[in-house]
Nanobody, 117 residues
């Protein structure tokens, strides 16, 4: 059974930091591209960052220099370090796993991040 469980969200002030984690099981984590998306009510789901099985990373323009995605294959976990958080970063952050051939895509339930003063 495939599972993706996000954690680490919460309430933070503008300029603050959070580290999100996505613990996974049920698939060969090391071979999958892992991504973080975010969802704001009423808006389309937005890609935040991706890390491939080869540790290549890609970020949305608005996150470059502030967010860092990383993975620990020994723990089957992907992380998102978020610094210099802004009010606009408030969203539900979701973890996604995609196999190398694009056949399978798995999602977690998400973790709420609220940036507020």
């Amino acid at each position: 059974q495939v599972r993706l469980v996000e954690s680490g969200g919460g309430l933070v002030q503008p300029g603050g930091s959070l580290r999100l984690s996505c613990a996974t099981s049920g698939f060969t984590f090391s071979t999958y591209a892992m991504s973080w998306y975010r969802q704001i009510p009423g808006k389309e789901r937005e890609l935040v960052a991706t890390i491939t099985a080869f540790n290549d990373t890609n970020y949305a323009d608005s996150m470059k220099g502030r967010f860092t995605i990383s993975r620990d294959n020994a723990k089957n976990t992907v992380y998102l370090q978020m610094n210099s958080l802004k009010l606009d970063d408030t969203a539900v952050y979701l973890c996604n796993a995609r196999d190398p051939w694009g056949r399978y895509s798995y999602w977690g339930q998400g973790t709420q991040v609220t940036v507020s003063s």
